[in-house]
Each structure stands twice: as C-alpha cells, then as structure tokens.
C-alpha cells in the first residue's frame, strides 16, 4: 500500500518561503499526479495544485505568483515552495495522490499532513 | 471559481439512525467528456481526510455500503444510511469539473 510523508519546516518568518517535500513510499511516483492540499486551523481544504510524474504542473489561480511545485523521480518526491508567505499561509499542509490519468476524481491516498506556521 | 455549498453545517444524529448531506455548485459539474466529477471525502478527528466516493456515486474501496452518493448537475447528496460511531466527523464535497478544483465547506457529523 502506497504511503506518502510530508517533511520540512515547522515554523516559517514572514516574507520567507515555505518549503515541504513528500516521499512517497511502496510504490512508484511514475504514472500518477500528485497534489498539494492544505487547510488553515480550524476551516476547510483548499487546493494548492499538482504534478504529473513527468513534471507537468497546475496550481490554484489564487496561488500561482507564489507556488512552485516540482518531482523527483529518482527519490519518488515531489515538492512544494510556497514565497513571500504571510501569517494567512498557517495551515496543514498535506500531499496527496491524484489519479493514474486525472485530478478530477480528487485524491485517494493522503500523507498525515505537516503543520506549517508563519510567525516570527 | 465554483462555489460548493453544503448543508447543513451541523449534524447531530442517532447512532442507527440515517444521516443526508446536501452539496449544490454554483455551476453544472457536468464535463465535457460526459463525467460528473463531484466527490466526497471523510476527515475523522485528527485525521487526514479520506476519499469516500468519487464521480457522484462510485464508492472506494473498504468505504462501507451504508454510504451512498446521488445527484446530478449542481444538485448532490451524501447519505449514511446508519450512522455508526465511527463515521464521526467533517464531511467534505469537491468538484472535479473547472479549475481550479474546490471544496465545500464541510459538514460535521456528530452523534446526539
């Protein structure tokens, strides 16, 4: 059964960039999209975006200026930079997989989600 | 983007008892390929959320058969046909249809 981990940075300063990698574990990266959701304390999910294991990517309008997402197939993660972050990008941050040849169905395997807090 | 709004908000139920959640989109997620790409996901407390259905009606696999999803266009509906303790939490619709992809607001289910 394929497992994703989040890692990186607990704690963040303003202005700064929010960086977080996923490995994913039990099974290959290749063949699927994989996905960013986060979700402030509190409130509901908000997309971020996602990539192709080949290394397509689309993100949120609302985040675009701000979002990079890449893949390492050689290390089976794939990564999120989120710049200029301000207190409003606190959140859970989870990585998730996405379909074989879609989004569009969501995401049927989650990470436990990392904590990211903006302050400084 | 399109707006999900789920109700109600709040759920208090019956253990045995059925339980509906409501979905409606501000616009037709029905896709140009024919597909209707509304989902449903299941958080538990302190849990990661989990896909329970996906394209309106079809259930993951291990979700229990008591969850049923219907609907279609802008209108959709989540149904436990018996809550059990375990189905305790906040209940997420998202469309799949017109970028960028979003969510409702969620529904908390709780037992009274």
């Known amino acids: 059964q394929v497992q994703l981990q989040e890692s990186g940075p607990g704690l963040v300063k303003p202005s700064e960039t929010l960086s977080l990698t996923c490995t994913v574990s039990?099974?290959?990266?290749?063949?699927?999209?994989w996905t960013w959701i986060r979700q402030p304390p509190g409130k509901g999910l908000e997309w971020i975006g996602y990539i192709y294991y080949s290394g397509s990517t689309n993100c949120s309008p609302s985040l675009k200026s701000r979002v990079t997402i890449s893949v390492d197939t050689s290390k089976n993660q794939f990564s999120l930079k989120l710049s200029s972050v301000t207190a409003a990008d606190t959140a859970v941050y989870y990585c998730?997989?996405?379909?074989?040849?879609?989004?569009?169905?969501?995401?049927?395997?989650w990470g436990q989600g990392t904590t990211v807090t903006v302050s400084s | 983007d399109v707006v999900m709004t789920q109700s109600p908000l709040s759920l208090p139920v019956t253990l045995g008892q059925p339980a509906s959640i409501s979905c409606r989109s501000s616009q037709s997620l029905v896709y140009s390929d024919g597909n209707t790409y509304l989902n449903w996901f299941q958080q538990r407390p302190g849990q990661s959320p989990r896909r329970l259905i996906y394209k309106v009606s079809n259930r993951d696999s291990g979700v229990p058969d008591r969850f049923s999803g219907s609907g279609s266009g802008t209108d959709f509906t989540l149904k436990i046909s018996r809550v059990e303790a375990e189905d305790v939490g906040v209940y997420y619709c998202?469309?799949?249809?017109?970028?960028?992809?979003?969510f409702g607001q969620g529904t908390k289910v709780e037992i009274k």
């Open positions: 039990s099974g290959s990266i290749s063949s699927y999209y």
């Open positions: 998202m469309q799949g249809t017109h970028w960028p992809w979003t």
């Open positions: 998730a997989r996405g379909g074989a040849g879609t989004t569009r169905n969501g995401m049927d395997v």
